[in-house]
């Protein structure tokens, strides 16, 4: 799954689309960006472990603005059709480690089920959830409204057995805008909460939350200059949009870096067996690479003019 394999006008490979594809037509257009005379230099930005956390980025940014003036412009390459996408939503994910006290499910009143309070805590998280929709949001996202949402729980080991350990984990996906801290807070008290119950039966229980991973949202607004000079260089005629998925753009945002996602393929095939970019995909690609190393060897001045 590799080896990047040409079948009829597609490359099939693990990444193709997610987002191997990109990264192979700006390493491609290398020798053109140097041969164009350049009035403004280009980075080329790689980090790891985007897929498990945005690992890092967070050291790439801080090490490109140490190292360089703030660029103009970051394009981030993730799949997006080609399509300039303005905004996507923020992540926090956490996992849950609750210690009970073990016992003999006949006499459970001399144990401290620690399954109990990781539902708990799940079915408190769902009425988080239901408040998030009920505030409701942006109808340029998908879902319009911050979600929060349990992706594991498990616990005990045999049904006689009273569990002592319980471990859950969540992640909340927030609209620009929306304080991820507050959302946390608020699960924090439910999570008191619960540990205070399940210390009332064994007074050694606990309850500890950890980070798993996390990473800004991204909002360029809407009439941003860069979102124009972004539209001209994929030849993207359509409004910007917004994604479901989140990126490291939100990073460069952070920084001070007008951010933009932008990239052959489409998400839909990522993540999944016989990954593949089309070619045509990939042309595209390329033409937006020759249309920066053509805007680029005019003054900065005029990079944001027609």
């Known amino acids: 799954?590799?080896?990047?394999?040409?079948?009829?006008?597609?490359?099939?490979?693990?990444?193709?689309?997610?987002?191997?594809?990109?990264?192979?037509?700006?390493?491609?257009?290398?020798?053109?960006?140097?041969?164009?005379?350049?009035?403004?230099?280009?980075?080329?930005?790689?980090?790891?472990?985007?897929?498990?956390?945005?690992?890092?980025?967070?050291?790439?940014?801080?090490?490109?603005?140490?190292?360089?003036?703030?660029?103009?412009?970051?394009?981030?390459?993730?799949?997006?059709?080609?399509?300039?996408?303005?905004?996507?939503?923020?992540?926090?994910?956490?996992?849950?480690?609750?210690?009970?006290?073990?016992?003999?499910?006949?006499?459970?009143?001399?144990?401290?089920?620690?399954?109990?309070?990781?539902?708990?805590?799940?079915?408190g998280l769902r009425g988080l959830a239901d408040a998030?929709?009920?505030?409701?949001?942006?109808?340029?996202?998908?879902?319009?409204?911050?979600?929060?949402?349990?992706?594991?729980?498990?616990?005990?080991?045999?049904?006689?057995?009273?569990?002592?350990?319980?471990?859950?984990?969540?992640?909340?996906?927030?609209?620009?805008?929306?304080?991820?801290?507050e959302i946390l807070a608020r699960i924090d008290r439910l999570v008191a909460r619960e540990r205070d119950r399940l210390r009332a039966h064994a007074p050694e229980a606990d309850i500890v939350s950890e980070e798993i991973s996390a990473y800004p949202g991204l909002d360029m607004g809407a009439n941003d200059a860069a979102i124009r000079l972004m539209a001209r260089l994929a030849d993207d005629a359509e409004p910007s949009t917004t994604v479901a998925f989140g990126t490291e753009a939100g990073l460069y945002a952070q920084a001070g870096i007008p951010t933009l996602v932008c990239g052959p393929g489409d998400m839909a095939r990522g993540h999944k067996a016989d990954e593949w970019i089309g070619l045509d995909e990939l042309a595209a690609a390329d033409a937006m690479m020759a249309r920066l190393a053509d805007l680029l060897r005019r003054p900065a001045e005029h990079w944001m003019q027609p």
Do not use: W
Not at 22 to 31: D, E, G, M, S, Y
Not at 88 to 95: F, I, L, Q, Y
Not at 146 to 168: C, D, K, Q, W
């Open 132 to 181: 998030e929709i009920a505030r409701g949001g942006d109808a340029a996202f998908d879902p319009p409204f911050t979600t929060i949402h349990v992706g594991s729980l498990h616990g005990g080991s045999a049904v006689n057995l009273v569990p002592e350990r319980a471990v859950l984990e969540y992640e909340i996906r927030t609209m620009p805008g929306r304080d991820a801290g």
């Open 1 to 123: 799954p590799f080896g990047g394999v040409i079948s009829g006008r597609r490359v099939y490979g693990r990444g193709a689309t997610d987002m191997k594809g990109f990264l192979a037509v700006v390493l491609a257009n290398v020798p053109r960006l140097k041969e164009a005379a350049v009035a403004a230099p280009v980075h080329l930005a790689f980090s790891y472990d985007e897929e498990v956390g945005c690992r890092g980025a967070p050291d790439l940014v801080r090490a490109l603005m140490q190292s360089v003036a703030t660029p103009a412009l970051a394009i981030v390459g993730e799949p997006t059709i080609m399509r300039v996408v303005r905004a996507h939503k923020g992540k926090v994910a956490r996992r849950v480690i609750v210690t009970g006290r073990t016992g003999h499910s006949a006499m459970p009143h001399r144990a401290a089920n620690a399954l109990d309070a990781g539902v708990a805590i799940a079915y």
